[in-house]
């Protein structure tokens, strides 16, 4: 995903209204949609081997296949691919399950919560740093494959904790065990981070193919539809997982939860080795061999050790101007006054962790019905996205972040109707009030957010695309953990916890109104934000030529 949080963002809080600024999971999930095909988060210093026809399944002989891969010959590769963001979807099974196990095994209270998950979307706010040193410090000569694997591996050892309940039991008492704690929350945070470094890799992977079919002859359909295939991958990763999350906390505990999605990161492991990748002194060996113009075989043989220093060395070098250039780039105005308003906009409070408890604690909605609210809601994001590129591409992207920004506050506030229950005299019942107020803010929340990747893909300049647009969607990241934490300062300032809900509605009020604040800076999207998405691609496609 090229650069998600989703993408994943991990769908625990929105900002604003709920739904309305996705996190993490979301981020990745969007960005297959709209991020260029020319942006590369990680430099081009890793090779494939360009074996892929070799490998080709007879997708000629199975039409169905190759439609369902949109055109795209289904090599291991590809199936590869497809995979490891399949799993990167599948594993929002865990989301409701993290919740609840802190919710009701730790007793953490809404503030606690909200702070909590800030914290854990931290591993997305520096996935730039995973880039530069999987090109840096290959591991058995792999930049790719080994780093998947070591993901994988993570991954699995991290959910597995959590399912083992290593560092603390299941008990009445847990709450008070502030190492059973820690070591849980260590744990949620490498499941993150194996997630965002499997994902830069992958992201890698994908705009690397894309740039080769483009540029190289390759299978033409790979340039139009991997990303899309990926996206798919994704998505239905996420929309099978998302009922499942609440079900299976029905009939299981958050633990067993957690063994089940723990071999989830096994297939992105497994999946992995199918890639096919040169290993770095392979290439570095046959590359003096030709130099010499001699066998090679015996020098190579002699001093495998400094081929691979001099790799390593080369990469730190590229590394270091990639940071040279970036800097260069963030010090024009042109580039960092529409930053700060991103992270601005994105900074803003959220009131989301107060709302999960008032909704499970005071009105009394179980595991299930949050599951059904998630898979609804992941529905409504794609015809969100469906929507935007159907009507709002045309239009300018200050325009749709003001109108989206502005439409957001009375949709948000909605809320008050719920909290003061309301509703109920109105004839609404509390289930059916949800379900509609999700599914708007879902939408409205892909149709401000899709218009950010565009800016961000057009605030950078030639020559440091990849580290830029990388760079951008970590400082989204980690605006949106800022607005997270801010959210938490203020329930707890206003005293709101998993039993007293009285000034939740202030809080309500605060946090959406407090999400205008953004728009008075946003004049610092003239010039680069009164373009739309079709001319942005125009021009974009008028330097290339």
Avoid at 32 to 56: F, H, K
Avoid at 407 to 413: D, H, R
């Amino acid at each position: 995903m090229a650069e998600i949080i989703t993408s994943s963002s991990v769908k625990l809080f929105g900002k604003r209204p709920r739904s309305l600024v996705p996190t993490e999971s979301d981020l990745e999930d969007s960005q297959l949609v709209s991020a260029p095909l020319l942006i590369d988060t990680r430099s081009n210093s890793v090779n494939l081997a360009d074996e892929e026809n070799e490998n080709t399944l007879d997708s000629d002989s199975n039409p169905l296949l190759k439609k369902l891969f949109l055109g795209i010959d289904p090599t291991p590769d590809i199936l590869a691919i497809s995979a490891i963001y399949f799993v990167e979807g599948a594993l929002g099974l865990a989301r409701l399950a993290q919740t609840f196990l802190l919710k009701d095994d730790f007793h953490l209270g809404p503030a606690e919560m909200s702070a909590t998950m800030g914290i854990l979307a931290l591993p997305w706010t520096i996935k730039p740093l995973y880039g530069f040193l999987s090109d840096a410090l290959p591991i058995f000569g792999y930049r790719r494959r080994s780093y998947l694997v070591l993901a994988g591996a993570v991954g699995f050892l991290s959910y597995a904790s959590l399912a083992w309940g290593l560092g603390g039991g299941s008990g009445s008492d847990i709450g008070s065990d502030s190492m059973a704690l820690t070591s849980t929350v260590i744990s949620l945070l490498l499941s993150s981070g194996s997630i965002a470094f499997a994902d830069v890799v992958a992201d890698g992977i994908v705009v690397q193919k894309t740039r080769d079919a483009a540029t190289n002859g390759g299978d033409p359909a790979i340039a139009g539809g991997l990303q899309s295939v990926c996206w798919g991958s994704a998505s239905i990763g996420a929309l099978i997982s998302a009922y499942f999350s609440g079900s299976l906390l029905e009939t299981m505990s958050p633990r067993e939860v957690f063994g089940i999605a723990s071999f989830l990161p096994l297939i992105v492991a497994g999946m992995s080795l199918l890639i096919e990748e040169e290993p770095v002194q392979k290439k570095k060996n046959s590359e003096l061999i030709v130099t010499n113009g001699s066998n090679g075989v015996t020098d190579n043989a002699e001093s495998p050790l400094s081929e691979d220093s001099i790799d390593t060395d080369d990469a730190i070098s590229g590394i270091q101007e990639q940071i040279s250039s970036l800097w260069g780039a963030l010090r024009q105005p042109n580039i960092y006054k529409p930053i700060f308003f991103i992270f601005l906009w994105q900074a803003t409070p959220t009131s989301e962790g107060a709302m999960l408890y008032f909704m499970t604690n005071d009105i009394g909605f179980g595991p299930e019905f949050l599951g059904r609210v998630r898979l609804v809601t992941a529905a409504s994001s794609l015809l969100g996205v469906l929507l935007y590129n159907q009507y709002l591409r045309q239009v300018a992207i200050k325009d749709v972040l003001l109108w989206t920004s502005i439409i957001s506050v009375p949709l948000g506030l909605t809320q008050l109707l719920l909290i003061s229950h309301y509703n109920r005299e109105l004839g609404i019942p509390d289930g059916a009030f949800v379900f509609g107020d999700d599914v708007a803010l879902a939408i409205l929340g892909e149709l401000a957010f899709l218009p950010t990747l565009v800016l961000a893909a057009r605030l950078c300049p030639p020559g440091v695309e990849a580290v830029l647009f990388a760079t951008l969607m970590s400082i989204y990241n980690g605006a949106s953990t800022v607005g997270t934490e801010i959210g938490a300062a203020l329930t707890k300032v206003l005293g709101v916890t998993e039993s007293d809900f009285s000034n939740l509605a202030l809080l309500t009020i605060i946090c959406n109104v407090s999400s205008l604040l953004p728009l008075v800076f946003i004049g610092w999207l003239d010039g680069v934000g009164d373009e739309t998405q079709e001319e942005m691609e125009a021009n974009q496609i008028n330097r290339t030529d």
